[in-house]
């Protein structure tokens, strides 16, 4: 009866289980075993007993690990992180559980605070000023680097399942609103090389990747192109073929969205697309949980104002706007992607 409601009340001893099992190997070294002893994984940590066997039976509890029954049972990786192994996907939610640890997570436990005031009271969690995350993350190498590192790495795996479903074939001009460390643009132009490529975003930390942006740019010849541009305050360029939004407008409010889908119309060229790449939750806001849990840290930490939005929402502002033919898609990996497009009518 109260198993659910202790999972969550003892919530940040889970993560910690979660947290070391990753940082410590425990699921790596069960992969390359394909199985192990309790005894042999135990001995090859470097707590001691009990606290290792603490460790491997607290992530068992949690059913983030499979056990026989003996003593000295078998261990198995289950099923979920079998598959993130097999699909070289494991490197990304190890940089995940880095981020919802030295980023999301300390800035988290001021959601009330931000309740109360109506704002991302979490920022304070992080040195320096200014009202967002972003505002903060020059002042720490160390979370720049866990902040971008986590970004690119989680936009270059959904990129895979985001150029299955939309075809850049007939795409001349392409304006990457937000584009960060140009996972997304550099996916699309080495898929294909005709496109030229303007990402919008401001000066990139020290230490994080400029210097990717750069030598991409420089083998496509410079058809990527990076803009230091306040995207909430600038103008965008003009005669695009398409406009992309990849995980940015899940950090803005309804009205600043609103803003920025407007300057994506302006920026088309009559019959252009703005396309919508990002996490996605259901009408009744209640799942995927990922995306619902997502929600806490965007009005938390990020910016105050953002959330994980439902498809209706885009539907509804891009039609307000003008836009047309809005089409609607769900790509099928273990995190919460989705895709809207829509056009600028000819």
């Not at 300057?263 to 697309?273: E, H, I, Q, T, V």
């Not at 849990?293 to 009005?299: I, P």
């Not at 769900?330 to 809207?340: A, D, F, R, S, Y």
Request: proline share 4%.
């Amino acid at each position: 009866m109260f198993e659910e409601l202790l999972k969550v009340t003892h919530g940040s001893a889970a993560f910690q289980l979660l947290l070391a099992g990753v940082r410590l190997g425990i699921f790596s070294k069960i992969d390359e075993a394909g199985e192990i002893r309790l005894s042999a994984l135990s001995t090859n940590l470097p707590s001691t007993e009990p606290r290792s066997v603490l460790l491997i039976k607290g992530l068992a509890a949690l059913h983030l690990l499979k056990t026989t029954d003996e003593d000295d049972c078998m261990i198995s990786n289950i099923d979920a992180v079998s598959k993130l192994f097999k699909d070289g996907d494991w490197s990304v939610f190890e940089k995940l559980v880095e981020f919802q640890a030295q980023i999301v997570n300390p800035g988290q436990m001021n959601f009330v605070e931000s309740l109360l005031h109506d704002t991302n009271s979490g920022v304070s969690a992080f040195p320096g000023s200014g009202p967002t995350l972003y505002d903060r993350l020059n002042t720490d190498p160390a979370l720049t680097d866990v902040f971008f590192g986590y970004m690119q790495s989680y936009t270059t795996y959904a990129s895979k399942y985001f150029l299955e479903e939309v075809s850049f074939a007939d795409s001349k001009y392409l304006i990457d609103v937000g584009g960060g460390g140009g996972a997304l643009a550099t996916a699309i132009i080495e898929r294909y090389p005709h496109i030229r490529i303007d990402l919008l975003d401001t000066d990139f930390p020290d230490g994080t990747y400029k210097s990717h942006v750069e030598s991409v740019a420089a083998a496509t010849h410079e058809n990527l192109n990076h803009i230091q541009t306040d995207i909430l305050k600038d103008t965008f360029p003009t005669g695009a073929t398409d406009v992309v939004f990849a995980h940015q407008l899940v950090i803005w409010s309804p009205d600043q969205n609103h803003q920025l889908l407007e300057k994506a119309f302006n920026a088309l060229s009559p019959g252009g697309r703005v396309i919508i790449f990002s996490s996605v939750t259901n009408e009744d806001l209640e799942s995927p949980l990922m995306a619902v849990l997502d929600t806490v840290y965007f009005q938390s930490v990020a910016s105050g104002h953002g959330q994980i939005y439902p498809f209706s929402f885009y539907d509804k502002t891009l039609r307000d706007i003008g836009f047309t033919d809005v089409e609607t898609i769900t790509l099928k990996t273990w995190t919460p992607h989705g895709v809207v497009i829509a056009k600028r009518p000819a």
